[in-house]
């Protein structure tokens, strides 16, 4: 069984910056792809960045192109975002995923969630 645990959240202003970890546990981190959506208040989750298990094909929703980026660090079992130009339509929970190998784009292919970690950016 894999365990996530997401840390980083908080509150920031527009136009700020922070950096989002995940810690993955419980099965080797190198065999899994790894992923991040969120969901703002009374809207749907949707998905924000992914990568697969040797870190390539990155891929990022259109809204956060440009100022978001996803890493991995394999020796930490650790995911990363790092959030820049930070907007008010940023403000959500985000959610760490993790399934075998490969990464996707819709959540029903993500096997493994964590509890998530507010992120609010204030105007």
């Known amino acids: 069984q894999v365990q996530l645990e997401e840390s980083g959240g908080g509150l920031v202003q527009a136009g700020g910056s922070l950096r989002l970890s995940c810690a993955h546990s419980g099965r080797t981190f190198s065999n899994y792809a790894m992923g991040w959506f969120r969901q703002a208040p009374g809207k749907e989750r949707q998905y924000v960045a992914a990568?697969?298990?040797?870190?390539?094909?990155?891929e990022y929703a259109d809204s956060v192109k440009g100022r978001f980026t996803i890493s991995r660090d394999d020796a930490k079992n650790t995911v990363y975002l790092q959030m820049n130009s930070l907007k008010p339509e940023d403000t959500a929970i985000y959610y760490c995923v993790a399934r075998l190998a490969v990464a996707a784009t819709t959540e029903d292919k993500w096997h493994y969630w964590g509890q998530g970690t507010q992120v609010t950016v204030s105007s």
């Open positions: 990568l697969n298990w040797r870190g390539a094909d990155i």
